[in-house]
């Protein structure tokens, strides 16, 4: 290929890509705003100012919309949280303490796709969704590991550990519905602060 044609093509993709990015970025204003029923792929285009026709060479439906935002959404919070961990030694309490501030941290920066994340996957058909929750149960697994760990070396008190993950989470899944960046609290205060609760639920003590 020619270097005249080469660079013709590096500059149609990096085009393409912004575009798919935009689209991306409305359709989560749009599942935001609307919910999954009320967005069109309409509204999703003219907000991306491009046409449907575009929208549509880019994204089957909105089903696939929203699998690739959730999907995005699981990843990044996952890789957050095992990128906090390797910054820690092996104490179950300092692993649990920086996987749950990694994971509300998340949660506080990126509120539009953690509530869209927990409120439309509902909407997904079985195979669609089974594309989007596997960073989640991994997330979810790897908190289970932790307090388990925790439990048999005698740090932790708590009986059902499955249940206070599932406790830690939906705690965290609420950050979005009140923390605001123009609060009193920055997004990292509030990590430390539910890292703080969540070592309580699992009954730890210095």
């Keep these: 290929m020619c270097a005249y044609c080469a660079g013709m093509n590096s500059r149609s993709n990096g085009a393409s890509s912004s575009i798919r990015e935009r689209i991306l970025e ?40 929203l699998v690739e935002i959730l999907r995005r959404a699981s990843d990044e919070q996952f890789t957050a949280t095992r990128n906090a961990l390797r910054k820690v030694g092996d104490d179950p309490a300092e692993r649990w303490r920086a996987a749950v501030a990694a994971h509300a941290l998340y949660t ?50 708590i009986e059902r550990v499955h249940q206070g993950v599932t406790a830690v989470l939906t ?32 009954g730890y003590s210095r």
């Design 26 to 65: 409305t359709a989560l204003d749009e599942f935001y705003e609307c919910g999954f029923h009320g967005a069109t792929m309409r509204n999703i285009a003219n907000a991306a100012g491009c046409s449907a026709a575009n929208v549509y060479n880019h994204f089957e439906n909105k089903s696939e919309l």
């Design 108 to 157: 506080a920066r990126n509120p539009r796709a953690c509530l869209v994340a927990n409120s439309e996957l509902r909407y997904l058909g079985p195979l669609d969704r089974k594309r989007v929750v596997g960073s989640r149960d991994a997330q979810e697994q790897l908190f289970v590991d932790i307090a388990e760990g925790g439990v048999e070396q005698g740090l932790f008190t």
């Design 171 to 202: 705690m965290c899944a609420g950050i979005p519905l009140w923390f605001r960046e123009s609060g009193p609290l920055s997004a990292q205060e509030v990590a430390d602060d539910f890292a703080g609760y969540a070592l309580n639920l699992v």
